[in-house]
C-alpha cells in the first residue's frame, strides 16, 4: 500500500497545481481609476493645420477600453498675448495658419478644463527656423539578373550642419515619391530608412556637419520620375524626450525588464505639446 501511494503522490502534487490555476480569483480590488485629461499636439510654423488632439486616460484594470464621459470642455490656446478658444471641430480637423498663426521663438499655451472638474495646462517653445544646409550626394550600383535586365540602385548621403552655440534636437524623414502614369495617376510614397535612430541630438557635435546614410534606392525602368523628399526637424527637447521615451517603453522581450514611462509635459493630465521647425531638401532621381 505504501509503495502505491508513494508512486500516486507525483500525481496528486500536479492535479493540486492545475486544480488551484483553474480557480477563478473574484475578491481583489483594483487600484482606483483617476480620469486625466490627455494632450497630444506638436505645432510648427511650417504646417498648413496644427491638430491638437484631446482625449482621456484609459483605466488599465476592469473596463479598460469604455472611456468615461470628461463632460463639456473648454480649451484655450495663447502666446501670451493672443488667445484663441478651440472647440471640438479644432480639434479633430486643426486650426490653420489664418486662424491662428504659429511663430518661431514664440512659446504657446494650451490649457482645457471641464464642467467635471479636470484640468490640464501644456506649454512648448517653438524653436526658430535654421538654415541647417542640407545636401545630397548620390552613387550608382547596377545590378544585373539574366532573367530581368538590368536594375539601377541610388546610394544616398545626406549631409546638414549643425547650429553652433546652442543645444539642438533632431528628427530625421526621408520618403520617395514615383509616379508611373500607366499604374496610376497618383504617385508611390515610400519612406526610406535613414540613421538607425531618427532622432538624435547635437550633444558632443556642436556646430558639426552630420552625415546620414540612406537605404539603397531602387529605380525602376517603369517610372516616369522620381523623388526623394527630405525633412529635417528642428525640434524642442520635450519632442526629443517624447520620441526617446516610446522606444524605452517598450523593454523588448524580456518580461522581466521594468517598464519606462512615457514621457510627458502636461500639468494636471497626460500627454505630449511640443514644437518644430523644418527644412527640407527635393531631389530628382529619375
Known amino acids: 500500500m505504501r509503495k502505491v501511494f508513494t508512486k500516486l503522490m507525483p500525481s496528486i502534487f500536479f492535479l493540486m497545481i492545475f486544480a488551484s490555476c483553474d480557480k477563478e480569483v473574484d475578491n481583489i480590488g483594483y487600484p482606483k481609476y483617476n480620469q486625466k485629461i490627455v494632450i497630444s499636439g506638436f505645432l510648427s510654423p511650417d504646417n498648413k493645420v496644427n491638430k491638437i488632439l484631446i482625449s482621456e486616460n484609459l483605466s488599465l484594470y476592469g473596463n479598460r477600453f469604455l472611456p468615461q464621459p470628461m463632460g463639456t470642455l473648454t480649451a484655450t490656446i495663447s502666446d501670451g498675448t493672443n488667445e484663441m478658444s478651440l472647440d471640438s471641430a479644432q480639434f479633430m480637423n486643426g486650426f490653420t495658419s489664418s486662424d491662428y498663426p504659429i511663430i518661431e521663438g514664440k512659446t504657446y499655451t494650451i490649457?482645457?478644463?471641464?464642467?467635471?472638474?479636470?484640468?490640464?495646462?501644456?506649454?512648448?517653445?517653438?524653436?526658430?527656423?535654421?538654415?541647417?544646409?542640407?545636401?545630397?550626394?548620390?552613387?550608382l550600383t547596377v545590378n544585373y539578373n539574366p532573367d530581368y535586365g538590368s536594375y539601377t540602385y541610388i546610394n544616398a548621403d545626406i549631409y546638414f550642419t549643425d547650429t553652433q552655440g546652442t543645444d539642438n534636437y533632431y528628427m530625421f524623414y526621408c520618403e520617395q515619391v514615383t509616379y508611373i502614369s500607366k499604374w496610376s495617376s497618383t504617385p508611390n510614397i515610400f519612406e526610406i530608412s535613414g540613421p538607425e535612430k531618427a532622432y538624435f541630438t547635437d550633444n558632443g557635435k556642436d556646430g558639426a556637419r552630420f552625415k546620414m546614410t540612406l537605404q539603397p534606392v531602387g529605380v525602376g525602368s517603369d517610372g516616369d520620375s522620381s523623388f526623394l523628399k527630405v525633412y529635417l526637424l528642428n525640434t524642442d527637447k520635450a519632442y526629443y524626450d517624447y520620441k526617446k521615451s516610446l522606444d524605452n517603453y517598450n523593454s523588448g522581450d524580456d518580461p522581466f525588464t521594468e517598464p519606462s514611462p512615457v514621457y510627458t509635459n502636461v500639468t494636471g493630465g497626460l500627454g505630449i505639446f511640443a514644437a518644430y521647425t523644418t527644412d527640407s531638401l527635393i531631389f530628382r532621381l529619375k
Do not use: F, H, Q
Open 111 to 139: 490649457t482645457v478644463k471641464t464642467d467635471k472638474g479636470l484640468a490640464a495646462e501644456a506649454s512648448c517653445t517653438v524653436p526658430l527656423k535654421r538654415n541647417l544646409s542640407l545636401e545630397i550626394d548620390t552613387s
